[in-house]
């Protein structure tokens, strides 16, 4: 028994963060920040590229693509700052269990029964193993101590998790290549390895999910490699096989990872049209079907993305000079659950292919407008915060990552309250590890603490919550 995440400033952005450069598969280098994958020596991004930015355009493009875009005026919008605070935490939610991992694991949950972790070494070799935490028992356990391909260069740098199956990545970034691997879990029993996809150096590192019974990965072209005028693509295997299949393809890269939302998968793909234009895509972990559509203004890009029970919900890292009442940095969400509109033309997203060539799957741009004028009609909560993870939701609080520390919202109650940070936590704070919508909430911290009677406590805590 024994089990591995940051933004620039706008004009003005989010405060810069201290990190250290890497390289990549593909020679590469990048700032690794919080956000970012790391642990012990060696460190991985899930990389979120690009920045934000570009005029405006009106809320329909010209032409016969009659693209939707949100539009919510400001006066519609409650900020966090006019919230009540609870002072007392305790009241409203409390640790059902706490687990101890090693110093410098990762954590992440997208299912009340079990969350994926990596857990670092004190070794060479291997870095990195992949654990599962069980927060009803409070326990954990590692299933998989080696990489696949470890006899060729290859270390594990990623994982998710659910019920059903993990799926984790390898890579050899000596070679800039890697692979995704996904295998069924059944209890506490990891099945055999099922290689899914791999790629070189013309295709970033997949970023991954897990919904019902599938593995999902993002599969995107590096910038400057010889793949970069190809399609961005979301792409799945039910575990226990190796059968991969194109779930949702995007001209041009999506805007952020794709987040398990528990039944469900977030995508942000660009819209099908002219323009820069991000649509924040539901799909469905069972059919793989799109189930809910909406479309961003011009060029604003997400930095995290996932779906609660009033929609989606999206975050900024930055401000932007128009938008009106959606523009400024942190967390937007709809702030009351609403009937959402069936797609205006059909149900799922559309195949392009030919002569067996693998299926183009997107959603034509008229059957998102239904959803997205939905959701310009509602009121919208703002979360104003420096954006570090997608929300969660436990029971009917949302809770959400903002500076250092976590903070649980009753929406239709419109007061808060500041979960309690671990003495010794690093600068970083306590992490959101959950991303669902379920009975309880994972969030986890390192700890690197000396008392004055010398007493030195160093691990990662993680911390099951429930309401109360």
Not at 7 to 22: K, L
Request: glycine share 10%; proline share 6%; charged share 20%.
């Amino acid at each position: 028994m024994k089990a591995l995440r940051t933004p620039p400033a706008p004009t003005p952005r989010a405060q810069a963060e201290e990190g250290r450069e890497i390289t990549l598969p593909g020679g590469h280098e990048v700032l690794l920040t919080r956000r970012h994958f790391l642990y012990g020596v060696a460190g991985i991004a899930t990389l979120a590229l690009m920045g934000t930015g570009a005029a405006w355009a009106s809320g329909q493009t010209k032409g016969d693509d009659a693209l939707a875009t949100l539009s919510v005026p400001a006066e519609a919008v409650t900020s966090s700052n006019d919230l009540e605070e609870i002072g007392d935490s305790s009241t409203v939610m409390a640790i059902a269990s706490t687990i101890k991992l090693p110093f410098g694991s990762l954590v992440w949950s997208c299912d009340d029964a079990v969350a994926a972790c990596l857990l670092p070494t004190e070794v060479a070799k291997p870095l990195a193993q992949i654990g599962l935490i069980f927060p009803e028992a409070g326990t954990y356990l590692t299933v998989l101590e080696h990489a696949v391909g470890e006899a060729e260069g290859f270390e594990i740098y990623d994982v998710r998790a659910n019920s059903a199956g993990v799926i984790w990545t390898e890579a050899d970034i000596m070679d800039g290549v890697w692979r995704v691997y996904g295998a069924t879990l059944s209890g506490e029993t990891l099945g055999e390895p099922q290689l899914l996809d791999e790629g070189d150096v013309n295709w970033e590192m997949p970023t991954l999910a897990c919904a019902a019974n599938y593995g999902y990965w993002q599969r995107l072209p590096q910038l400057d490699g010889n793949a970069r005028v190809e399609d961005s693509l979301l792409k799945r295997a039910a575990f226990g096989t190796s059968n991969a299949e194109v779930v949702y393809a995007s001209q041009g890269r999506m805007a952020c990872a794709p987040t398990s939302c528990g039944d469900a998968i977030i995508a942000v793909p660009r819209a099908r049209t002219s323009g820069t234009y991000y649509q924040l895509t539901r799909i469905d972990g069972a059919s793989g079907a799109v189930t809910d559509a909406m479309v961003l203004p011009a060029s604003m890009k997400p930095l995290e993305c996932g779906y609660g029970k009033t929609g989606f919900n999206f975050a900024f890292d930055g401000i932007y000079n128009y938008g009106d009442g959606i523009a400024n940095l942190g967390t937007y969400m709809p702030l009351a659950p609403f009937e959402h509109p069936p797609l205006d033309a059909g149900e799922g997203a559309e195949d392009e292919g030919d002569d067996g060539a693998e299926a183009n799957r997107f959603l034509p741009v008229a059957q998102a407008n239904g959803g997205t004028r939905a959701y310009s009609d509602q009121p919208w909560f703002h979360y104003v915060r420096n954006p570090l993870s997608a929300p969660a939701w436990c029971g009917d609080w949302v809770l959400m990552r903002g500076q250092s520390g976590i903070c649980a919202v009753d929406l239709a109650g419109k007061r808060y309250t500041s979960l309690p940070l671990e003495n010794g936590a690093s600068s970083y704070g306590e992490f959101l590890a959950s991303t669902n919508m379920g009975a309880r909430t994972i969030t986890y911290s390192n700890i690197d603490h000396t008392s004055l009677e010398g007493d030195q406590t160093k691990l990662c805590l993680v911390r099951v919550w429930q309401p109360v």
